[in-house]
């Protein structure tokens, strides 16, 4: 079982940025892939990026690419998702996950696929 800790949401001005942390209580975290993911109000939780367990592969949506960076420190057992450029529709609570295969070969990107999510931090981008 991992347990995972969410924190760096907040308010913000469009155009500012934010790093969002997520840190894993498991000796195990990392062997595993981590993904971030948001949901905003009335809608369906979304992927935004994902980082395999040795950091060689990451993937985005499509809608964040090129502002947001994920990263992760083993070490510390911490992943990053650092926001740039936050837009009003990047507003919503962000969670991470785990995906429970360990030292996984390829990046998932569906919700359902994760398990071991964190509580969410919530980030609010003005305009």
């Known amino acids: 079982q991992i347990q995972l800790v969410e924190s760096g949401g907040g308010v913000v001005q469009a155009g500012g940025s934010l790093r969002l942390s997520c840190v894993g209580s498991a000796d195990t975290f990392d062997t595993y892939a981590v993904g971030w993911f948001r949901q905003a109000p009335g809608k369906e939780r979304e992927f935004v990026a994902a980082i395999d367990w040795s950091s060689s592969l990451t993937s985005y949506a499509d809608s964040v690419k090129g502002r947001f960076t994920i990263s992760r420190d083993n070490a510390k057992s911490t992943a990053y998702l650092q926001m740039n450029i936050l837009k009003p529709e990047d507003a919503a609570t962000y969670y991470c996950?785990?995906?429970?295969?360990?030292?996984?070969?390829?990046?998932?990107?569906?919700?359902?696929?994760?398990?071991?999510w964190g509580q969410g931090t919530q980030v609010t981008v003005s305009s």
């Open positions: 996950a785990v995906d429970p295969i360990r030292y996984g070969l390829q990046l998932r990107i569906g919700p359902a696929e994760y398990d071991y």
